[in-house]
C-alpha cells in the first residue's frame, strides 16, 4: 500500500499522537461517570475522538483518489525567524508595550516568509494591534503596559 498524500499522512499520524497523548495525560485525573463528569473525562474523550480522526486522516491518504503530494523540505529559516519573533516578543513587551511589541512581532515573523512585502507587513501590523487592543486591553482588562515606559509618563 502507498502514501499517496503525503500530508494528510503524516498530518493523521499527528493528529493520533496528540489524541493518545492527551487521553494518557487525562488519565491521571478523576474521570467520573458521563453523568458526573471528573477534571479528566472532557479531555480523555476529546483525545480519544482526536486519534479516531486521525486514523480517518491517515486511511484516506492511503486512497486513490485525487491528486499525490510530497511534504515541502522543512525549511529552518523559516522556523527560527518565527521563533525568534515570539522569544523577541516576549523580551520587548514590558520596555516597548503592546502596540510595539506587536508590530515587532509582525514585522519580523514577517521575514519568514518568501513573499515578504512591507505594506503587507504593515498592514497585518496595524490589523493585529487593532485586534490585541479590543481584545485584551478593553475586553478582558488585561493589565500589561500599553506603550512604551518613557511615553507614558
Keep these: 500500500m502507498r502514501i499517496q498524500k503525503q500530508t494528510d499522512f503524516f498530518s493523521g499520524l499527528m493528529f493520533i499522537a496528540v489524541g493518545i497523548g ?19 473525562y472532557f479531555p480523555f474523550w476529546l483525545g480519544v475522538l482526536l486519534a ?11 486512497s486513490t483518489k485525487g491528486d499525490a503530494d510530497r511534504i515541502a523540505r522543512f525549511d529552518v529559516r523559516t522556523v527560527l525567524w518565527v521563533l525568534g519573533s515570539v522569544v523577541l516578543f516576549a523580551l520587548v513587551l514590558k520596555p516597548l508595550g503592546m502596540v510595539l511589541s506587536v508590530v515587532v512581532l509582525v ?3 514577517s521575514m519568514a516568509s518568501h513573499e515578504f512585502t512591507w505594506r503587507g507587513a504593515l498592514l497585518n501590523a496595524v490589523v493585529l494591534v487593532v485586534i490585541s487592543m479590543g481584545a485584551f486591553v478593553y475586553g478582558i482588562h488585561l493589565q500589561m503596559p500599553v506603550w512604551p515606559a518613557f511615553l507614558s509618563s
Excluded: K
Design 22 to 40: 492527551f487521553s494518557v495525560v487525562a488519565r491521571g485525573y478523576t474521570m467520573g461517570t458521563a453523568a458526573r463528569m471528573g477534571p479528566g
Design 52 to 62: 479516531l480522526l486521525g486514523v480517518i486522516v491517515a486511511l484516506g491518504a492511503l
Design 107 to 109: 514585522l519580523v515573523s
